[in-house]
């Protein structure tokens, strides 16, 4: 049975639970709607374009891009198409900031009433169609459309881009693989890496549950012939497979090194037009191009010993160094102390405040921290709401008024730019070695740790020494 008005509603959906999208494929089916299921959250931004889909409904833990990216994604490409969240309960308060960032609505799962999300999805594209009533339209009588291939062709390569930017290695070629096989109309796109000599490795699929099972069809299907011709050859190849149809290879070059390959198959049109041939390999240039930028930018951060946001150390480097600071103490039977401060209702600040509120506050903690100690001393990001700090050559009762130097500085931090005063206030865990229990600058920070977590029992701007 059709739901009413829903025929024409087209859905993008995604989720981290493949049987769960099943489930809701078919229900919102059955009630007339056109569901088009993206595997994960790189495929579903390379799918999306405005003129294709109506609504998109994505969970919030969807794989290589979560719901919260895939909002801001989506409504950065179009800020009136309507984004429906998907939620487990303990995620619930992040699908809420979601609707405080855009998203039409979010709704919990399981989903055990599709009338419910029917509802909304209808509502949601009522929206859509109020706020631009004739868009496709006015478009569509003014300016004459690029076939289909030359505009995803154009979405991907922006977006590609845009990745570089913010993803890790690992999505822009996932990215690529999904682009591929849609460009090519294919079931299958497999990014194939140099990793020595002549021996190419799978380390992206489309298609596939996992990168084992995209190696053995590859394997069986195409052949590592086929594979080894693209780095010999260096030119796009197109072969039959072993199912009687075709495949299409594209090296990856960059200044006349193979970085690996594209591989797409089996091909759907016979013969293949030079033009989508063309498109292939344009899309593989700016893949490798893509590729070698966003390993510059890893690289880069792991470089950097300072956490972008806070300017603190990166918790790696702080406890690397701290490490070493905690050995040398040991040796020469030093003193040595840690103060782990955590802000307090920072998640709080987030949702009501906003995250540049959030990490402004973090900002001012981190420099009343640096300013509190000495340039000996270590200063470093421990997790998202806390800062570890290490004082060499301190004894417990030197410790105490720097922690207590620090909280009264933390209560006094102004913020400029909040639109109402905003009161800062962190819970403190103070502990020294030599003591007990520590042999160790992770038993130190441990036992540290317990004392925060003591000062957090009895409220808000306390300290507990350990």
């Not at 049109?269 to 899309?283: C, K, M, Y």
């Not at 790696?316 to 955590?342: C, G, K, M, N």
């Not at 540049?356 to 420099?367: C, F, P, S, Y």
Request: proline residues 5%.
């Amino acid at each position: 049975m059709d739901y009413p008005g829903t025929r024409k509603i087209r859905i993008l959906l995604a989720d981290a639970d493949a049987a769960f999208c099943v489930f809701v494929r078919y229900s919102l089916e059955q009630l007339g709607f056109q569901v088009t299921h993206a595997s994960d959250g790189a495929d579903l931004l390379t799918r999306f374009t405005p003129a294709d889909y109506d609504v998109v409904l994505v969970g919030m833990n969807t794989p290589l891009f979560d719901g919260p990216q895939v909002l801001r994604a989506v409504k950065q490409r179009s800020p009136t198409t309507p984004v429906i969240l998907l939620c487990d309960s303990d995620c619930a308060k992040r699908a809420e900031e979601g609707v405080q960032e855009g998203a039409f609505v979010y709704f919990q799962k399981p989903l055990n009433d599709f009338a419910q999300l029917a509802n909304a999805l209808t509502r949601a594209h009522e929206t859509k169609v109020r706020h631009h009533p004739a868009a496709e339209f006015t478009a569509a009588a003014t300016y004459p459309l690029a076939p289909e291939s030359d505009g995803l062709t154009i979405v991907v390569l922006r977006r590609l881009i845009e990745a570089i930017l913010t993803q890790p290695v690992s999505v822009i070629l996932q990215m690529l693989s999904a682009a591929a096989a849609r460009l090519m109309q294919a079931p299958y796109g497999i990014v194939l890496l140099s990793r020595s000599g002549a021996q190419l490795q799978v380390s992206a699929s489309h298609g596939f549950t996992n990168l084992d099972a995209a190696t053995l069809d590859l394997e069986a299907q195409v052949g590592d012939a086929f594979t080894a011709r693209l780095i010999t050859e260096r030119k796009s190849i197109i072969a039959p497979t072993q199912a009687e149809t075709q495949a299409i290879g594209v090296p990856l070059l960059a200044e006349g090194q193979v970085y690996g390959g594209l591989v797409v198959y089996p091909l759907a049109a016979t013969p293949i037009s030079a033009a989508r041939v063309a498109q292939l390999e344009l899309l593989a240039s700016q893949g490798v191009l893509a590729l070698e930028l966003a390993r510059l930018r890893e690289e880069n951060s792991r470089l950097t010993a300072t956490d972008p946001t806070t300017g603190a150390l990166k918790r790696e480097i702080f406890l690397e160094l701290a490490d070493r600071e905690f050995r040398r103490s040991w040796r020469y039977d030093q003193p040595i102390t840690a103060i782990i401060v955590d802000v307090d209702a920072l998640g709080e600040i987030n949702l009501k405040r906003g995250h540049t509120i959030g990490d402004q506050v973090l900002r001012e903690v981190a420099k009343v921290c640096a300013n509190a100690v000495r340039s000996i001393d270590l200063v470093g990001r421990y997790d998202s709401d806390a800062f570890a700090l290490l004082l060499l050559m301190t004894e417990r009762e030197s410790a105490k008024s720097i922690a207590e130097r620090i909280r009264v500085r933390i209560n006094a931090i102004q913020l400029p730019d909040a639109p109402s005063p905003t009161r800062i206030t962190a819970t403190l865990g103070v502990c020294a070695y030599p003591r007990s229990r520590c042999a160790s600058i992770f038993d130190l920070l441990a036992l540290t740790k317990e004392a925060q977590r003591a000062a957090r029992v009895q409220g808000a701007n306390q300290i507990v020494y350990g």
